[in-house]
């Protein structure tokens, strides 16, 4: 077997984890920063943020142009501590949330698909990331 290659972003975001935690499970505030740049959107999400539970993103250029459903099932949650789960392509993904004195360090590890270069796909996980800490940080 083959193992596959990991990529790891994070951020650190100035909030509590509890505020950290519902911004990104939340499909309604999922729609409001979950994208790598501004000419991009995720106009519907789905979550049931549970292990064996599922959840759903439609990713799409504002122009229409090109789109793309982001889909899979969680195999392990922790609230406020771990996400962890398995793409619709069979690669995992494990998010962890860690707690601060004034802040939360939240990081993501992915397996790499084969058809990008790992930089862009690292670049693009880590600017939907910064986009995500940029929207808890301005969140009221």
């Known amino acids: 077997m083959v193992s596959k290659k990991t990529i790891t972003v994070e951020v650190v975001i100035n909030a509590p984890v509890e505020k950290v935690w519902k911004l990104w499970s939340t499909p309604e ?3 409001k920063w ?3 740049s501004p000419d991009w959107h995720t106009p519907k999400a789905e979550n049931d943020l549970r292990t064996g539970g599922k959840f759903s993103s439609r990713m799409e250029a504002k122009d229409g142009s ?3 459903d982001f889909a899979g099932i969680y195999d392990e949650v922790k609230k406020n501590e771990l996400i ?3 793409m619709g392509d069979g690669r995992k993904v494990r998010i962890t949330f ?4 004034h802040n ?4 993501e590890v ?6 990008n270069s790992i930089d862009l796909q690292r670049d693009g996980w880590q600017s939907i990331l910064n986009n995500f800490k940029n929207y808890v940080e301005s969140y009221k």
Do not use: M, P, R
Not at 104 to 107: A, D, E, F, S, Y
Not at 110 to 115: L, V
């Open 98 to 101: 860690t707690k601060n004195t």
């Open 104 to 107: 939360t360090k939240l990081v």
């Open 34 to 36: 979950n994208s790598a």
């Open 84 to 86: 962890a789960y398995t």
């Open 66 to 68: 090109v789109g793309f």
């Open 110 to 115: 992915f397996e790499a698909e084969e058809t």
């Open 29 to 31: 505030h999922i729609t």
